[in-house]
């Protein structure tokens, strides 16, 4: 076997690893999902394909995200074609050619934005593998982490004159980059779309440490969920049913603890 191949078989474990590891917590520590409403809503188990036709999903004007003093979010994303991507960008109001917090990619490279300023992992996002990619911050102890499938791979201070928390009520898309034209409508950048696939998407108020992060593996976001009344967009989501056993868990142990209710 080549080591090439050995890479591959590597990294292909890692991440199923992480799942099968995720969705055994889930049955012990969250709930995802707690009324009938969120259930016809809920995005968990559908996906959204990013490909050559235009596909804008961005934060619903009216889910508004406050200025955050530390956070967590986590992206599940497959990339299909090798090509610069993005994951998803959160821009400032009026701040066009600012990246307040995003993430992206260029062949071997991945890419982390904060206050516009870019944080680099050598590690290149294997095709065609669902892959899960976080990031914890906060600005008290001024610190960046990205984990990838589990394993953090950067662990470093931010410069301290940086702002100290995130700029409220600004514009966020998914897949592509993005600007606020002169009518206040969000419109797309078409130069580092993601060719490919994002089947969960989430933000929480809070500096989750590694095992917190494992123990949110069902749980939505308490900032930015995956839900539809939380997302506006220009064309839908799919059902997912082979993607991994973890919506499936996630689902059954949710039902289950409504019917005990």
């Not at 690893?17 to 409403?37: H, M, P, R």
């Not at 955050?68 to 701040?95: D, H």
């Not at 002169?182 to 108020?205: C, H, M, P, Y």
Request: charged letters at 20%; proline letters at 3%; glycine letters at 8%.
């Amino acid at each position: 076997m080549s080591s090439r191949s050995s890479t591959l078989l590597v990294e292909r474990s890692t991440a199923i690893e992480f799942f099968l590891k995720s969705s055994s917590v889930c049955g012990f520590f969250t709930i995802c999902g707690n009324s009938a409403d969120s259930a016809r809503t809920s995005l968990w188990g559908k996906k959204v394909l990013f490909d050559v036709r235009p596909c804008l999903w961005q934060l619903h004007p009216d889910a508004v995200i406050p200025a955050l003093k530390e956070l967590s979010v986590c992206i599940l994303l497959r990339r299909k074609i090798a090509t610069p991507w993005t994951g998803f960008v959160y821009k400032a109001p009026g701040g066009r050619d600012k990246t307040e917090l995003g993430l992206g990619g260029v062949g071997s490279h991945l890419a982390v934005w904060l206050f516009g300023e870019e944080h680099r992992v050598e590690r290149e996002l294997l095709l065609k593998e669902w892959h899960s990619v976080c990031l914890t911050w906060s600005g008290q102890t001024q610190r960046l982490r990205i984990y990838i499938n589990g394993t953090c791979l950067n662990d470093t201070y931010v410069n301290p004159i940086l702002p100290q928390q995130l700029a409220q009520n600004g514009t966020l898309t998914l897949g592509v980059s993005h600007y606020v034209d002169a009518n206040d409508k969000v419109q797309q950048e078409s130069s580092t779309n993601l060719l490919g696939e994002i089947g969960l998407f989430r933000i929480w108020a809070r500096e989750w440490g590694p095992e917190e992060l494992r123990n949110q593996s069902c749980a939505d976001g308490d900032v930015v969920s995956w839900d539809q009344l939380q997302w506006k967009y220009s064309c839908p989501a799919f059902s997912q049913f082979h993607i991994t056993r973890h919506y499936t868990l996630c689902y059954l142990v949710s039902r289950k603890l409504k019917e005990k209710v």
